[in-house]
């Protein structure tokens, strides 16, 4: 425990709101995780499964409705309705807490507080951030314990002070009526009530690590980013980082942890993973830019992971895993979802808990799904058998490149680079991306996610572009900036681009741009590869697919420059004059094109 009058003063105020029975104060031991363990498998909240087959491991499932993020009931409350910006919901503070706490008052009668102390990133490291989590989940402590650095140290590290996030979360009744995720960026204040899923509920990830955070970066200089770290070893040694933002469930963790196609291994490349969802990144060593994984563990979308698509990731969840809303096979108390292999097990549960067997169909014949589509493993990093070696480096890793890419059947081409760091941050700007289940509401809508960070950004978008262009100002060394698709269709629907390890071939080509080893061609959009420099040694694709995938049809960006303008009039004039200017200049290249 600790006598830091602050985090006393925030657990009090909140106990005697909600009025827990017990108060248990979380330390991050061994012993102590267990005995919650067996609590929670006490109660049902969770399963243990198989020991033999899957030590450690826990099974879960949320309820019903409320199995993904809530972006219509997700708040900033930032004291000026201005600095919350055109793209997120606002609430007054004041009006939020009163309203929030109305609705939690009492609610943890019966039940127990649990105070989570936690650290984003290594405790110690310049980067670090922590936090306390109040809970009266145990799902959400042990997640909490894989996902995030919790320990009694956070509170040597706060040395008297309040400087840490207050979080606040309560299951209440789970009503999706009154659930509410508030961000207080001017407080370091999240309260998350009636809800019992993830991204609502680990406080520490999308609510901290990215709304939070965010607005601490903007006001500190530093950049809180919804971007996996990877590093690429060339065969002479040498290892590349590159950073990459991508919307929810568009394969951020796949390419993480990617298996370089036999041509690649052969030679001797080999790829690392530093983080699947988050990167802090500030100014370094000699002027550039470094970047953290501030998480210790993997949420990762569970159906279509399997051996061959993600080895790594699935390697990730063969011990201390949480698995949540997938299917539960009680004959050997192992789970499956959809996409893990070809032999779906009978006689089991599905995430509902209803019974189900592979094969199943409904009254009109459609296949039931036995695993929610959002369903999701929460894996230790330390599992996973390409971690970086730099993973725990106080410092970070120094970034050579930043890869925008969202899913987009026709518009954006396989690869294209940014002409400079300003043309990047439009190219950010500008991503647009097919929604995905990972929120809910509709599936497969094409929206405007810029940087990946529509749901994430804690403050006025106009003001974090300002922000990503002052970064580059004070950058001495810049990563290059490239846009990536690997979802382009034919007509039929199909995907072009095998994607997955293949993807290397892409990185390959992005690398040697760093490097100054291969030219590219103007477009009226950026720089793009010559085809032949994408290496389609072992594929079954031509040099003229890669053409196709490669071309940038006039009309379709046309279209997109116009959409994008009235994109843009949505932040007047908080609009950086750099991005018009670089619309602008979109326009008048595709009218000579
Ligand atoms: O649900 S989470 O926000 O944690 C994961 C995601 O949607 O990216
Ligand atoms: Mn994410």
């Not at 972006?71 to 919901?89: A, L």
């Not at 071309?551 to 959409?563: F, G, H, R």
Request: overall charge positive; charged content about 25%.
């Amino acid at each position: 425990m600790t006598n830091n009058k602050y985090v006393l003063d925030f657990v009090k105020k909140y106990a005697d709101l909600m009025t827990p029975d017990n108060i248990v104060w979380i330390d991050g031991s061994k012993q102590q995780k267990k005995e919650l363990t067996d609590i929670a498998a006490s109660t049902g909240e969770v399963i243990k499964l198989n020991n033999k087959l899957l030590p450690g491991c826990l099974y879960h499932r949320t309820a019903v409705n409320d199995v993904a993020r809530v972006e219509q009931r997700t708040f900033i409350c930032s004291r000026d309705k201005e600095n919350c910006g055109p793209t997120n919901n606002w609430m007054d503070p004041q009006e939020a807490y009163a309203k929030l706490d109305k609705i939690a008052a009492g609610s943890m009668k019966g039940r127990t507080m649990y105070v989570i102390p936690f650290s984003m990133g290594k405790i110690g490291s310049p980067f670090a951030k922590y936090g306390i989590e109040l809970t009266d989940s145990i799902y959400v402590v042990l997640n909490m314990i894989i996902m995030t650095r919790v320990s009694e140290k956070v509170y040597d590290k706060l040395n008297g002070t309040d400087n840490f996030v207050k979080c606040i979360h309560g299951k209440v009744k789970l009503e999706e009526e009154n659930r509410y995720i508030c961000q207080f960026p001017e407080d370091n204040t999240i309260y998350s009530i009636n809800s019992g899923y993830g991204g609502n509920v680990l406080l520490g990830k999308k609510c901290f690590a990215l709304r939070i955070a965010s607005y601490q970066g903007w006001k500190e200089g530093w950049m809180a980013e919804h971007m996996l770290i990877l590093g690429v070893q060339k065969p002479n040694g040498e290892v590349k980082y590159i950073c990459g933002a991508f919307p929810s469930a568009c394969g951020k963790t796949n390419l993480a942890m990617l298996i370089p196609p036999e041509t690649y291994t052969s030679k001797g490349y080999k790829v690392f993973t530093v983080g699947d969802d988050i990167a802090w990144l500030r100014k370094g060593k000699g002027g550039a830019l470094y970047a953290i994984n501030p998480e210790n563990g993997f949420f990762g979308v569970a159906p279509g992971t399997n051996e061959k698509s993600n080895f790594n990731a699935l390697q990730s969840t063969r011990s201390n895993t949480i698995f949540t809303n997938v299917v539960y096979n009680p004959k050997n108390k192992t789970v499956w979802w959809e996409g893990l292999d070809k032999n779906p097990p009978s006689n089991c549960f599905d995430w509902k808990g209803n019974p189900w067997s592979g094969g199943m169909t409904d009254a009109e014949g459609k296949p039931v799904k036995g695993a929610h589509p959002n369903s999701r493993f929460t894996a230790p990093i330390k599992n996973c058998p390409c971690l970086s070696p730099e993973f725990e480096n106080p410092k970070g890793v120094p970034v050579s490149a930043i890869i925008f890419g969202g899913r987009r059947a026709k518009a954006a081409p396989l690869v294209y680079e940014a002409r400079d760091w300003k043309h990047g941050v439009f190219v950010g700007a500008i991503m647009a991306s097919e929604t995905t289940a990972a929120a809910s509401g509709a599936v497969g809508v094409v929206r405007h996610d810029p940087m990946a960070m529509l749901p994430f950004c804690g403050y006025h978008m106009g003001d974090y572009f300002q922000h990503w262009l002052d970064m580059g100002k004070k950058l001495k060394v810049k990563p290059k900036i490239f846009n990536v698709n690997w979802f382009r269709t034919d007509d039929k629907g199909n995907f072009i681009w095998p994607g997955f390890g293949d993807n290397m071939r892409v990185l390959e080509w992005i690398l040697d741009r760093c490097d100054e080893a291969v030219d590219a061609v103007e477009s009226p959009i950026g720089l793009l590869p010559r085809p032949e420099d994408i290496n389609i040694e072992g594929l079954d694709l031509t040099v003229d697919t890669i053409a196709g995938l490669l071309n940038v049809d006039k009309a379709t960006w046309k279209a997109e420059a116009k959409d994008i303008e009235e994109f843009f009039g949505k932040f007047g004039d908080k609009l950086p004059k750099e991005l018009t200017k670089e619309l602008k200049t979109l326009k008048s290249n595709l009218r000579k094109a």
